[in-house]
T-cell receptor, first 114, second 115 residues
Framework: AQTVTQSQPEMSVQEAETVTLSCTYD???????LFWYKQPPSRQMILVIR??????QNATENRFSVNFQKAAKSFSLKISDSQLGDAAMYFC???????????FGAGTRLTVKP | DGGITQSPKYLFRKEGQNVTLSCEQN?????MYWYRQDPGQGLRLIYY???????QKGDIAEGYSVSREKKESFPLTVTSAQKNPTAFYLC??????????????FGPGTRLLVL
């Protein structure tokens, strides 16, 4: 079974600076999808960014971008110009292209310092 | 407004009692999911349903049951067999098409506590 590992339980960043959250995964599949979700104190899970494994180009959504290294099975999230509202738990997730099975990492708690 | 609603926001269960968590979506999504979230952990899949009247067990289905009689609704029952039900429960839905990798959209969650 696929596993997702987030090795940083907690991270902090100064407002307006850049932070990178790490994620690695284990799979034998070649076709899959990767996601970063944000969970603020309200606990609502919000999609941040999505990457298709067959695309070499890294996904970008405004201040959020990923560094997808397929061979290394690494999928890190970079947040630029960090804002106070970025403070949340961030979850990395893997989804097989062949079924609806979604696997989540344990999460990284991001604190943004003013 | 399209979205996923879960009710109640908080639910208290007594010993030996079955309780049902509601999940409704008006996104016209075929697939729906139930996850459990414990402190310090990611989400774990309880059950999922790809179409009406069909559902499959996830990783931690023991002590839970579901039904999918309508496309819009996927209620989760926490039975008395679930010995440690205290957790945060999240419902999600997605378009169900092969090889789609479609994003799962989540409801606001239900916090279940045992009295």
């Amino acid at each position: 079974a696929q596993t997702v590992t987030q090795s940083q339980p907690e991270m902090s960043v100064q407002e307006a600076e850049t932070v990178t959250l790490s994620c690695t995964y284990d799979t034998s599949e070649s076709d899959y999808y990767l996601f970063w979700y944000k969970q603020p104190p309200s606990r609502q899970m919000i999609l941040v960014i999505r990457q298709e494994a067959y695309k070499q180009q890294n996904a970008t959504e405004n201040r959020f971008s990923v560094n997808f290294q397929k061979a290394a099975k690494s999928f890190s999230l970079k947040i630029s110009d960090s804002q106070l509202g970025d403070a949340a738990m961030y979850f990395c997730a893997y989804r097989s292209a062949n079924n609806n099975d979604m696997r989540f990492g344990a999460g990284t708690r991001l604190t943004v310092k003013p | 407004d399209g979205g996923i609603t879960q009710s109640p926001k908080y639910l208290f269960r007594k010993e030996g009692q079955n309780v049902t968590l509601s999940c409704e979506q008006n996104l016209n999504h075929d697939a729906m999911y139930w996850y459990r979230q414990d402190p310090g952990q990611g989400l774990r899949l309880i059950y999922y349903s790809q179409i009406v009247n069909d559902f499959q067990k996830g990783d931690i289905a023991e002590g839970y049951s579901v039904s999918r009689e309508k496309k819009e609704s996927f209620p989760l029952t926490v039975t008395s067999a679930q010995k440690n039900p205290t957790a945060f429960y999240l419902c999600a839905s997605s378009i169900n098409s092969p090889h789609s990798g479609e994003t799962q959209y989540f409801g606001p969650g239900t916090r279940l506590l045992v009295l």
